[in-house]
C-alpha cells in the first residue's frame, strides 16, 4: 500500500510542484502568448511583477481560485478553461482534507 502524506488542505509546502498548479501555469503561458500579452503586461493587469507571473506560469506557485477568477478576466476565458483540463487530475491524484484521505 502508498504511503500517502496527509496534510490540512491549503498546506502546500515550497519544495511542492503541484500537477494542477504546473498543467494551469501552462495554459496561462499558452493563453498569454496567444493574446498577444507579455509578462510585465498580464502582471500590470493582475497587480504582479513579470517574476511572479514567470513563478505562477512554471507552476511554482499555488493557483488560489481568486487568481483563476482573476485570469480568467485578464485573459478573456471561461472558468472552463481552467477547470476541464484539471479534473483528470482530481481524480487520479485526489484531494487531501484537513488530514484524511
Not at 59 to 66: A, P, S
Amino acid at each position: 500500500m502508498r504511503k500517502t502524506d496527509c496534510r490540512p488542505a491549503g498546506s502546500i509546502s515550497l519544495n511542492d510542484k503541484s500537477p494542477a498548479d504546473a498543467l494551469l501555469g501552462k495554459l496561462m503561458r499558452e493563453r498569454r502568448k496567444h493574446i498577444g500579452f507579455s509578462r510585465k503586461g498580464l502582471g500590470a493587469q493582475l497587480g504582479l511583477s513579470k517574476a511572479e507571473i514567470r513563478r505562477y506560469e512554471a507552476g511554482e506557485l499555488h493557483f488560489g481560485m481568486d487568481m483563476v477568477a482573476l485570469l480568467r478576466l485578464a485573459l478573456k476565458v471561461r472558468i472552463g478553461f481552467f477547470a476541464d483540463p484539471i479534473s483528470p487530475i482530481v481524480r487520479k491524484v485526489g484531494v487531501v482534507r484537513n488530514g484524511q484521505n
